[in-house]
């Protein structure tokens, strides 16, 4: 596997060595400071060119990076479905190279670099041959630190995660594992990740981002939350869905009312208690009922 510094001397040696590219600069977690370095981080690089036609034209040029395991052109795909697209602005190769690197390369005309690069606070600049390119700060995830709810963002978070558990119930009752499983995992899963993310930004001045996905929770939760947290996951048996759908329950109430109190808003206490009373009902709801009540 080769280096980061092979790496990005190749990358820039590309650049350095085609009067066609302007520009390069990196986006992505390779830009931000706060991320974990390990083996899988994708290089995300942009090369600032006078025209993209070249590439888009030629799909052999990618082979200077190295031989490939697999290859992914999302502005293509776009295209061959009829989606809009503009490949003289931009265009994209998702490069899963042999050797183990990934590289997640665009061309971009220098106008639309122009507009991309201020917009998006995680960029460093690698190459500016003309000095074109507009002084940018120090890459930071400041856009992706956890915001503020109001309290009507709060409100129908928990309307939402408690309103939709009644799915939940009754994809359970009826055994149809991929629906309950798509209805845990979206919407209301984003419901309880967003309740456990204010309480981290409470406590962090929100000052921090949690990830993709939350990912990154575990930093900031206590142990044993965390710990709670990943037991909301289950496999496709029923009995442990329940079980992880309860625990889903108690997690989110939890820490629902400690955001409440600390936000100085109100809980809709009447409403968690219906959706459990329901949940609880339906799970011992015989599979021979011909009513719910």
Not at 84 to 91: D, T
Not at 104 to 109: A, G, I, K, R, T
Not at 247 to 261: H, Y
């Amino acid at each position: 596997m080769r280096s980061d510094k092979e790496m990005f001397d190749l990358i820039l040696s590309v650049a350095k060595q085609d009067p066609n590219i302007r520009a390069v600069y990196m986006n992505g977690s390779r830009a931000n400071p706060n991320v974990p370095k390990d083996i899988f981080q994708d290089y995300d690089i942009c090369y600032v060119v006078t025209d993209t036609k070249p590439y888009v034209d030629d799909e052999k040029w990618i082979d200077c990076f190295g031989e490939r395991l697999m290859l992914q052109m999302p502005d293509k795909m776009d295209a061959l479905r009829g989606r809009a697209y503009n490949f003289n602005e931009s265009y994209g190769w998702l490069i899963q190279l042999a050797d183990g690197n990934r590289l997640d390369l665009h061309v971009e005309s220098i106008s639309f670099a122009m507009k991309n690069i201020t917009m998006d606070k995680l960029c460093v600049i690698l190459l500016n041959k003309d000095n074109f390119l507009p002084e940018i700060p120090d890459s930071t995830d400041a856009d992706y630190h956890v915001k503020k709810p109001s309290q009507n963002d709060y409100l129908c978070d928990c309307n939402n995660f408690w309103w939709c558990l009644n799915n939940v119930a009754k994809g359970l009752w009826r055994e149809e594992v991929p629906y309950v499983m798509d209805m845990i995992n979206d919407p209301i899963r984003v419901h309880l990740k967003n309740i456990l993310s204010w309480k981290i930004g409470i406590d962090t001045d929100f000052s921090v981002s949690v990830g993709k996905s939350g990912k990154y929770m575990y930093r900031y939760l206590p142990e044993e939350m965390w710990e709670r947290y990943l037991r909301t996951y289950s496999d496709g048996q029923i009995d442990n869905i329940w079980e992880a759908t309860l625990t889903m329950c108690d997690l989110f109430e939890e820490v629902a009312i400690e955001v409440a109190d600390q936000m100085g808003y109100t809980y809709n206490q009447n409403e968690a208690d219906s959706s459990r009373a329901f949940l609880d009902h339906v799970r011992n709801l015989p599979k021979d009922a011909t009513e719910i009540f």
